[in-house]
């Protein structure tokens, strides 16, 4: 095995791998891929190779903790690829506050920096960080490469950015930053192979996982976007509301005289489907239910998302594309159609069997605005940045 680089994205209870190839100057070679889901419950270690062949599916000991999944990941790094290098290491960091527009190579003066930024994402930052750690006790001499959800958005003007509260308390980068940026720059970067006829025009890419957001595109560069200060805003998540009355969270405090930690685990573990189910903050579980709370959630999903679309649409003066991407927008044909119905105003005709099909394109061939569904590569995003800013790729792949 040639020496070779690491793609991690770490969560609270996951921990995401790609194995990239050492490049042949014009790209990475995707050798393997997978993670250790069910952290902190029921750990189980997935693999395949770059063609999807399965290499491992085991259950591990209920007590794996996030240490314990970066040793199971280390290990199995060292009985597959014994004797090559580790080239690099690249991150998924989900903020990068004002400071970091550009991924960036980790030192211990950008990891502080980072660190202050945990408040802004407690769900997410800290399992980031601890990922760097992890990596910088096991191979401290392997660069490292944080890149961040917010930089695809930076750079819009500052009636997008501004956050309206008094200026002297948003002095310290409380403003709009947006998020799920890598998977935004990656179908950015295919859309001139994958939907030409947009590419260059007026898009709006809807992320739909277990969080979501939409992103307002012109020519390929993100315009707004429904996530702002943190990756509380905008649509119904999983287990985050989206937008909400401000006034219902100082009603948590003074009315219920909740704490600040409980009020954070409502708005981030409690809330978005999970919270109107009262069921599961997984759509598939919420589809296959016939019961009135589930139904609210999916009827709240969609409502909630054909709203935003008719936002951003109103953001960049019409559309020209709307693409679907993450586990939702990847793989639920009637999320997609349902969508697609509620914004059928704006011009988009929707090609059923091309949408049971999961795409690429699934509107009608006259279809004013057209319709597609393009998986996302978030990885393959780091990787590149992680060649390309260590000098291991040329600039451009
Ligand atoms: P993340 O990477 O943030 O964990 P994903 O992009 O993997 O999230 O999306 C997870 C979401 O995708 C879950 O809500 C899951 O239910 C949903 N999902 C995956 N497959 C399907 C499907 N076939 N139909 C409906 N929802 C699906």
Same mark, same amino acid.
């Given at each position: 095995?040639?020496?070779?680089?690491?793609v991690?994205n770490?969560?609270?209870?996951?921990?995401?791998?790609s194995?990239?190839? %050492?490049?042949?100057?014009?790209?990475w070679?995707?050798?393997?891929?997978?993670?250790?889901?069910?952290?902190?419950?029921?750990?189980?270690?997935?693999?395949?190779?770059? /063609?999807?062949?399965?290499?491992?599916?085991?259950?591990?000991?209920?007590?794996?903790?996030?240490? +314990?999944?970066?040793?199971?990941?280390?290990?199995?790094?060292?009985? &597959?690829?014994?004797?090559?290098?580790?080239?690099?290491?690249g991150?998924r960091?989900?903020? +990068?506050?004002?400071?970091?527009? &550009?991924p960036?190579?980790?030192?211990?003066?950008?990891?502080?920096?980072?660190?202050?930024?945990?408040?802004?994402?407690?769900?997410?930052?800290?399992?980031?960080?601890?990922?760097?750690?992890?990596?910088?006790?096991?191979?401290?001499?392997?660069?490292?490469?944080?890149c961040f959800d917010?930089s695809f958005?930076?750079?819009?003007?500052?009636?997008?950015?501004?956050?309206?509260?008094?200026?002297?308390?948003?002095?310290?980068?409380?403003?709009?930053?947006?998020?799920?940026g890598l998977s935004y720059e990656y179908i950015a970067s295919v859309?001139?192979? /994958?939907?030409?006829?947009?590419?260059?025009?007026?898009?709006?890419? /809807?992320?739909?996982?277990?969080?979501?957001?939409?992103?307002?595109?012109?020519? +390929?560069?993100?315009?707004?976007?429904?996530?702002?200060?943190?990756?509380?805003?905008?649509?119904?998540?999983?287990? &985050?509301?989206?937008?909400?009355?401000?006034?219902?969270?100082?009603?948590?405090?003074?009315?219920?005289?909740?704490?600040?930690?409980?009020?954070?685990?409502?708005?981030?573990?409690?809330?978005?489907?999970?919270?109107?189910?009262?069921?599961?903050?997984?759509?598939?579980?919420?589809?296959?239910?016939?019961?009135?709370?589930?139904?609210?959630?999916?009827?709240?999903?969609?409502?909630? /998302?054909?709203?935003?679309?008719?936002?951003?649409?109103?953001?960049?003066?019409?559309?020209?594309?709307?693409?679907?991407?993450?586990?939702?927008? %990847?793989?639920?044909? %009637?999320?997609?159609?349902?969508?697609?119905?509620?914004?059928?105003?704006?011009?988009?005709?929707?090609?059923?069997?091309?949408?049971?099909?999961?795409?690429?394109?699934?509107?009608?061939?006259?279809? &004013?605005?057209?319709?597609?569904?393009?998986?996302t590569n978030e990885e393959l995003i780091i990787a590149r940045h992680t060649g390309v800013?260590?000098?291991?790729?040329?600039?451009?792949v």
């Open positions: 095995m040639a020496d070779f680089a690491v991690l770490a969560g609270s209870s996951s921990l995401k791998f194995i990239y190839g %050492e490049p042949e100057r014009s790209g070679r995707l050798e393997a891929r997978g993670q250790i889901d069910g952290i902190g419950s029921s750990p189980r270690f997935t693999a395949s190779d770059g /063609a999807g062949v399965r290499l491992a599916d085991e259950r591990m000991d209920a007590g794996v903790d996030g240490r +314990g999944a970066f040793a199971a990941l280390a290990a199995w790094l060292r009985s &597959r690829y014994g004797g090559a290098r580790v080239l690099a290491v991150h960091v989900v903020h +990068g506050g004002a400071r970091y527009a &550009r960036t190579i980790v030192t211990p003066t950008v990891l502080e920096d980072l660190r202050e930024l945990v408040p802004l994402a407690p769900l997410h930052q800290p399992y980031n960080l601890a990922a760097i750690d992890a990596v910088l006790e096991r191979l401290p001499d392997v660069p490292q490469v944080a917010t958005h930076r750079g819009q003007p500052a009636v997008v950015e501004v956050v309206p509260l008094p200026r002297e308390l948003c002095g310290g980068g409380v403003q709009r930053y947006g998020f799920h859309l001139p192979a /994958a939907a030409p006829e947009i590419a260059h025009r007026r898009v709006i890419v /809807a992320h739909l996982g277990s969080g979501a957001s939409l992103c307002a595109m012109n020519d +390929g560069k993100s315009v707004d976007s429904t996530l702002g200060f943190t990756a509380l805003d905008g649509l119904c998540m999983g287990t &985050r509301p989206g937008s909400i009355d401000p006034g219902v969270i100082l009603y948590l405090f003074q009315g219920l005289g909740l704490s600040a930690p409980e009020v954070e685990t409502i708005l981030y573990k409690k809330s978005g489907l999970l919270g109107i189910s009262g069921i599961s903050n997984d759509m598939r579980v919420l589809l296959g239910s016939s019961e009135p709370g589930a139904r609210l959630a999916v009827d709240y999903f969609v409502y909630r /998302a054909a709203k935003e679309i008719g936002a951003l649409a109103a953001v960049l003066g019409g559309i020209d594309g709307l693409v679907f991407t993450a586990g939702i927008g %990847e793989n639920s044909a %009637e999320i997609r159609q349902r969508i697609c119905e509620a914004s059928a105003w704006l011009g988009i005709e929707l090609d059923e069997a091309a949408n049971d099909a999961q795409g690429p394109r699934i509107s009608r061939s006259g279809s &004013r605005v057209s319709a597609w569904v393009i998986p800013l260590l000098g291991l790729l040329q600039t451009g």
